[in-house]
């Protein structure tokens, strides 16, 4: 079994958590109860500093919570969004959006790719909603996207394995294939058993918080539990993928 592993972070106590699994990067996001949204400023430039050139930091670029098609003035936000994060020290960013007629905004993503200023880019599950998945994935391979991540267009990795088997054969070693959604130690072995080349997981926790005050939108609860990420859950997970101890 062979697979690089992608750690989701949300801070640096998550980076601290990658570099001593191994893994190979982090994506660096927050609001992952949303999907993952861009992360903040400082939150780069801290998470960048943590990682001191043991793990690369890939930061996801997303605006906003939704779907993946997106307005000149949303484009604009994350387009700038890129130039920061790669000043700012990321080893590169994590992308995408859909045109009208579901398949990949190519005018969106070429800026996205010239933003990056020859940093990585990686397209983000946008693929799993796609109109046409093989025609997506044709398409980010001319863009010159490294890597995308995706679950084979079902609800879990798992689910898309066979999915995810058909996307490593049309790759073909032109862009990285890495599985994500409902990985864990239950499942991680089957879905690299597809031939996948990395595994995407949060590993995460929820820290009970019983703040009693709602704040408008986000819950008439309170504001309780956050995530954050649960450093044996994450040894666990990459133990079997290396087949090591961790």
Not at 190 to 205: E, I, N, Q, Y
Not at 214 to 220: I, L
Request: net charge negative; with cysteine.
């Amino acid at each position: 079994m062979s697979a690089q592993l992608e750690l989701i972070a949300s801070d640096a106590d998550a980076v601290r958590v990658a570099i001593s699994i191994g893994a190979s990067r982090v994506e660096l996001c927050s609001a992952l109860a949303l999907g993952g949204l861009t992360a903040s400023g400082g939150t780069i430039a801290d998470v960048v500093q943590a990682a001191a050139g043991e793990v690369e930091v890939h930061a996801l670029i997303r605006s906003r919570a939704g779907g993946f098609r997106y307005d000149d003035d949303e484009i604009r936000v994350m387009t700038r969004d890129i130039e920061l994060a790669v000043a700012a020290g990321v080893d590169g960013v994590v992308v995408g959006a859909l045109g009208d007629d579901g398949l990949f905004d190519e005018r969106a993503m070429r800026g996205f790719v010239a933003a990056a200023g020859g940093k990585s880019v990686a397209a983000h599950r946008a693929i799993d909603v796609a109109a046409e998945r093989s025609r997506a994935l044709e398409q980010l391979i001319d863009l010159g996207v490294v890597r995308v991540l995706t679950s084979g267009g079902a609800v879990t990795a798992l689910e898309g394995a066979a999915a995810l088997e058909a996307m490593v054969a049309q790759a073909a070693g032109r862009i990285d294939i890495m599985a994500g959604s409902g990985i864990s130690t239950a499942t991680v072995a089957d879905v690299v058993a597809t031939g996948v080349r990395a595994v995407h997981f949060s590993a995460k926790r929820l820290v009970p918080d019983s703040t009693g005050i709602s704040m408008g939108a986000a819950s008439r609860e309170g504001l309780g539990p956050y995530e954050k990420v649960d450093a044996d859950e994450a040894r666990r997970i990459a133990a079997i993928v290396t087949g090591g101890i961790q």
